[in-house]
């Protein structure tokens, strides 16, 4: 079993920025592909970065190219995401998750969740 705590979300002003963490449990995180999703009030829920177990490879939507960044600690058993530039249209909850398999990339299946973190941007 995997668990997934989030930190890190708050109210910022537009043009700021924020740094979320993912605390993960689990002996061979290491191996996990990780990713970040969020879901804005009245949305579906939509992918915003991954990357694999070196922190290497990394996918971003288009939303987050240039202005996010994803990486990882494997020896703290988490994952983050930084946040520059943020825009009011970037509020929502924002979720970690993790493949535990650690094979399905670049197309991951993630099989454990956290309980999201809230990220609201003022105009």
């Known amino acids: 079993q995997v668990q997934l705590v989030e930190s890190g979300g708050g109210l910022v002003q537009a043009g700021g920025s924020l740094r979320l963490s993912c605390a993960a449990s689990g002996r061979t995180f290491s191996s996990y592909v990780m990713g970040w999703f969020r879901q804005a009030p009245g949305k579906e829920r939509e992918f915003v970065a991954a990357?694999?177990?070196?922190?290497?490879?990394?996918n971003y939507a288009d939303s987050a190219k240039g202005r996010f960044t994803i990486s990882r600690d494997n020896a703290k058993n988490t994952v983050y995401l930084q946040m520059n530039s943020l825009k009011p249209e970037d509020t929502a909850v924002y979720y970690c998750?993790?493949?535990?398999?650690?094979?399905?990339?670049?197309?991951?299946?993630?099989?454990?969740w956290g309980q999201g973190t809230q990220v609201t941007v003022s105009s």
């Open positions: 998750a993790a493949d535990s398999s650690g094979t399905n990339w670049p197309w991951p299946e993630y099989d454990y």
């Open positions: 990357v694999r177990w070196s922190g290497y490879s990394t």
